[in-house]
T-cell receptor
Framework: QQQVKQSPQSLIVQKGGISIINCAYE??????FPWYQQFPGKGPALLIA?????SEKKEGRFTISFNKSAKQFSLHIMDSQPGDSATYFC??????????FGGGTRVLVKP | KAGVTQTPRYLIKTRGQQVTLSCSPI?????VSWYQQTPGQGLQFLFE???????NKGNFPGRFSGRQFSNSRSEMNVSTLELGDSALYLC??????????FGPGTRLLVL
C-alpha cells in the first residue's frame, strides 16, 4: 500500500520558471513532512520540512504548502535553475524515525 | 562535522552469497536507519537502530538484518542474495526524531 503518492513523475521547466510537485498521504498519524533532493550517485539531501500545524514554510527559493484537511502538500521551486535538475522526494513520518517516501519526481531545468 | 559515511560504495556479489554493509553516523547521532532504493520500488525503509536496539522494522524478509555497535556505527547484512536485492542501500542518521541525514549509499549488484 503506497501511503504517499507523488506527482508528476517528471517535469521539464525553463530556467527562471516555477516547478511544482504534489504529494498526498493517507495516514493521519503522519506529523512530519520533509522534502529531499537527490542527485545521481548521491544520497538524498534534506531540502525543507514542515509540520501539519503550519500551512506554509519558505526557505530561499523553496516553499512547502500544506493542506491538512485535504491530506496534501506540495513543493514549489521558484526561479528554477539548471542546478536544481535532480530527483525530488516527498516523505512523511509518524512517531519514530521511519520515513515513508513518495515515488519521486525527476526535474529537468532547461537553460 | 563529517557526514554519514558508508562502506563499501560499490559491491558485486553472486546469488546465494551474503553481504555486510557498514554505516558510520554523524558524530553524536544515536539513531541509524537503513533504506533500500530501487527504480521499481523507490525508497523503502528497512529498519532503524537506536542505542544498539532495533526500534523499527520495515516489511523485508528475515534475510535482511542489522545491528548497531556501542559507538553508534551500524552494519546491515543480507544473506542468501537474490537478483532482486540489487539496489542502492542508504543509511541515515539522526540525533532526534525529525531530521535524518543520508549517506551516499552502497550500490549492490547481484549477478
Amino acid at each position: 500500500q503506497q501511503q504517499v503518492k507523488q506527482s508528476p513523475q517528471s517535469l521539464i521547466v525553463q530556467k527562471g520558471g516555477i516547478s511544482i510537485i504534489n504529494c498526498a498521504y493517507e495516514n493521519t498519524a503522519f506529523d512530519y513532512f520533509p522534502w529531499y533532493q537527490q542527485f545521481p550517485g548521491k544520497g538524498p539531501a534534506l531540502l525543507i520540512a514542515i509540520r501539519p500545524d503550519v500551512s506554509e514554510k519558505k526557505e530561499g527559493r523553496f516553499t512547502i504548502s500544506f493542506n491538512k484537511s485535504a491530506k496534501q502538500f506540495s513543493l514549489h521551486i521558484m526561479d528554477s535553475q539548471p542546478g536544481d535538475s535532480a530527483t525530488y522526494f516527498c516523505a512523511a513520518k509518524a512517531a519514530g524515525n521511519k520515513l515513508t517516501f513518495g515515488g519521486g519526481t525527476r526535474v529537468l531545468v532547461k537553460p | 562535522k563529517a557526514g554519514v559515511t558508508q562502506t563499501p560504495r560499490y559491491l558485486i556479489k553472486t546469488r546465494g552469497q551474503q553481504v555486510t554493509l557498514s554505516c558510520s553516523p554523524i558524530s553524536g547521532h544515536r539513531s541509524v536507519s537503513w533504506y533500500q532504493q530501487t527504480p521499481g520500488q523507490g525508497l523503502q525503509f528497512l529498519f532503524e537502530y537506536f542505542s544498539e536496539t532495533q526500534r523499527n522494522k520495515g516489511n523485508f524478509p528475515g534475510r535482511f538484518s542489522g545491528r548497531q555497535f556501542s559507538n553508534s556505527r551500524s552494519e546491515m547484512n543480507v544473506s542468501t542474495l537474490e537478483l532482486g536485492d540489487s539496489a542502492l542501500y542508504l543509511c541515515a542518521s539522526s540525533t532526534n526524531q525529525e531530521t535524518q541525514y543520508f549517506g551516499p549509499g552502497t550500490r549492490l549488484l547481484v549477478l
